[in-house]
Structure formats: structure tokens, C-alpha cells
């Protein structure tokens, strides 16, 4: 290298789009010695290598809220790196695969083993999700006060909050009781629950009563019976009241819970989701999910703003689950280079997971930075690449 200071890597000529630090402009953005260096108009690229990024969105490396990525051991675990960082996402947490039981599997074979950030929501019950056709409440001792605390205690790193299904074939007729007992197991250790909905016994106001400012909803544009919306189409007033006082809500897509009809009347009352979620697992990231940027480009085309998509899959879920602090969510100089590119391509078919499909522009993660290096990214799963 000459004397010149150069960067090791210039993305060049894209919109900036960081809703942390409330920039939206065009600029470069240098990299070097893993860190963010510059961001700014007309970087010198001398000695650098140069991403061209002219008419592509520049922004956080994606943090997917809500995902099973526990592979090998649960019927329902995708391939982390895989699944979510050669797709555009450098940090994700596991929603519940894990259960105290099974957590020093997961650490082995998912937090050690993969590049990508991991968290997770430990399932209350010591069983966690292993197998689908089994719900793992309906044994009601599986929930494990002291097991589940042990867990969180032990690895304060790692377990971010717990999660509870409450679909009826989960928590059979004992879902006040579990709840509960949930609610007070998170409170105990100072976390989050996040709650899935969809299929519970009773409608969902009557599991936001029992929720706290910080609680998260999973599934909130479902298709199942007990969604958010009223008979006529708007939020419930239970659901918006919930949010008022501080209860989160997630899209978690799924296999089966993001219907484009629900989304779309939701998002036209200004209903958003405070967390944007793909809930892939290894039963729906060949479709209909795909990935965390086909469920941005999927409300994206059903009204839901660009900023606003790409805030609720950067900030709010690195605030939520405590990795702001390790510069997740964010493009700051002097932070780890954690960059995501997205590009827009031609429109394409995309389903939701009630049997119907909007047809539509598709956000294509072109160029991922984690930690300052180049990773290689995986096409599409969802056909060629447009
Ligand atoms: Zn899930």
C-alpha cells in the first residue's frame, strides 16, 4: 500500500438509510479494520475496494427478531448462517426452539457453531419446540420455573427473554395458568415473554390483559382466528390499548401466520408492527418465507414505508434484545461494520401464508458486510434471481 491512509472498503454512491441515527441521504460508507471509518459524500476509494451501490439502500446489517434456527435437534430448526447471514441479517434470535433442557445443545450447535450473533427466547417449557405435532405445554409441569431461571441466569449473553405458545394445540385448556406463571418467571429475571398467538382459546385481548410494557406478541398480522382485527376490519381496541401502554407486536410470518389481508387493513389503520420478523424455520425458508428481506419487501408493497420497515428490522429488535449496545441496528462510525445492501428488483409473485399472493418488487440483499468482511451471500430461494 501507498502512504495514502486508504479504506479497505468504500460502498459508494447508495442511499444511507440508518433510522437510528435519522439519516436518509445519499453517501459512502468506508470501512476498515472491521469498523464503520467514514460515512459521508465523495469518499476517497484510493487503494480500496469499491462496492458500487448507485440506486441500491445502504443500511444496518438486519436483525431478525423471531426465528428456529435449531438445526439438527428441532423438527422446525433452519440453518442459521445460512438461513439469515448470507441473506442480509447479522444478528437473529431463536424464538422458543430451545427449551432449559435442550439449552446447552443449542449453545453448542447453534451459538457456537455459526458466524451470526445469536440470541434466543427460551421456551418456558424445558422441552421447547423439538417436534411440532407435539405441543410442548401440554404436559403443563414442563414449565420449569427454577430450570428456565437457572438457564437465563447462567447465560445472560445469550437468553434475551422466554417465549410461550398459547395456540390451543400447545397449551391444551391451561393457558391462563401458564401464563401467568410466565409472566412472573420473566419478571423474575427481568426479560421479556413473548407471547404466540394464533389459535388461542380465547380471544387476544384477553392475553393482553395479562402482558407488561415490553411484552411482545408474536404473529400479529395472522390469518387464524383471535388475530388483531375486529369483525369490521380495524385494530381491536384491546390491541391498540395493549400497545399504548407499551406492549410490542411482531409480524413473525411463518409458515402459517401472515395473511396480506390482515397486514394490509392493519397497516392502512397505521397499525405497523414494532418488530419485523420473518419467523423462518426449516419448514417455511423455502417458502413462503424465504428470509427476513422478503417479509420487509412483503409489507413494503402492502403500504408500510421503506424507513419504517427497515427501523422495525434494525433498531427496535437490537433495543429489544439488548444488543444495541454491542452496535447491532445501527451505522455508526467508529461501530462494527455490520452493512446490509439492498436492491430492488423486478416484480415478482409473492405468497403470504394464507393462499394468497401479491405480485411486486422484491428487496434483494446484494452486498453484506459482517464485521468488515464481505460475506458470501446465498441466492434467492424463491426462484432466479430477478
Ligand atoms: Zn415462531
Redesign the pocket.
Known sequence: MSDIQGYDLVLKGGTVLDPANGRNERADVAISGGTIAAIGPDLATDGAQVVDCAGSTVVPGLVEG?S?IFQDVSKVGAPADEAHLRRGVVAVAD??TAGASTFDAFRKVVVDANEIRVVNFLNVSVLGLIDFRFGELLNPDTLVVEDALEAAANHPGIVRGFKIRLSEDVVGHHWQALLKKSVSLAEQAGLPLMV?IGETEEPVPAVLDYLRAGDIV?HCYTGKPHGILADDGTVLPGVMAARERGVLFDS?H?KSNLSFEVAKRAIADGFLPDILSS?T?ARNWRGPVFDLVTSISKLRALGAPLDECIRRATIVPAQVLGLDGEGYGRLDVGGTANVTVLTETAEVTLPDASGNSIVAPRLEPTTVVHKGALVETTPWRGGASA
Open positions: 423471531h428456529h424464538a422458543g404466540h408474536a413473525a411463518g419467523d424455520s
